[in-house]
């Protein structure tokens, strides 16, 4: 089992910054990848982006450009820095932790989750 516990949401304007962070305990972080997605009110759950091991990444096309991934396996911990926030950017964003280090976009593939962090961009 693993538990993952996100940070850093609030409130931001447009235009501004925001750093997510994403606390991983039970096994063996290092070996996960790990994905981060959100979901608005009344709209599915969309990937976001994804970091493997070794620091390879995926990004969404719409918000590529405006994120950087990342992670600190000896912390356990894994980061999304979010630049340039547009009040669509609005959601409750959430780290997720997949067993097979395959990137992917499917949130059904992906084993753990977060309880999410609410970010909330204001115009």
């Known amino acids: 089992q693993v538990q993952l516990v996100e940070s850093g949401g609030g409130l931001e304007q447009s235009g501004g910054s925001l750093r997510l962070s994403c606390v991983a305990s039970g096994r063996a972080f290092s070996r996960l990848l790990m994905g981060w997605f959100r979901q608005a009110p009344g709209k599915e759950r969309d990937f976001v982006a994804a970091i493997r091991s070794n620091g390879d990444t995926l990004y969404a096309d719409s918000m590529k450009g405006r994120l950087h991934v990342s992670r600190d396996n000896a912390k356990n911990t894994g980061y999304l820095q979010m630049n340039s926030l547009k009040p669509e950017d609005t959601a409750v964003y959430y780290c997720?932790?997949?067993?097979?280090?395959?990137?992917?976009?499917?949130?059904?593939?992906?084993?753990?989750w977060g309880q999410g962090t609410q970010v909330t961009v204001s115009s």
């Open positions: 997720a932790a997949r067993e097979l280090s395959i990137m992917s976009r499917i949130s059904s593939n992906y084993n753990y």
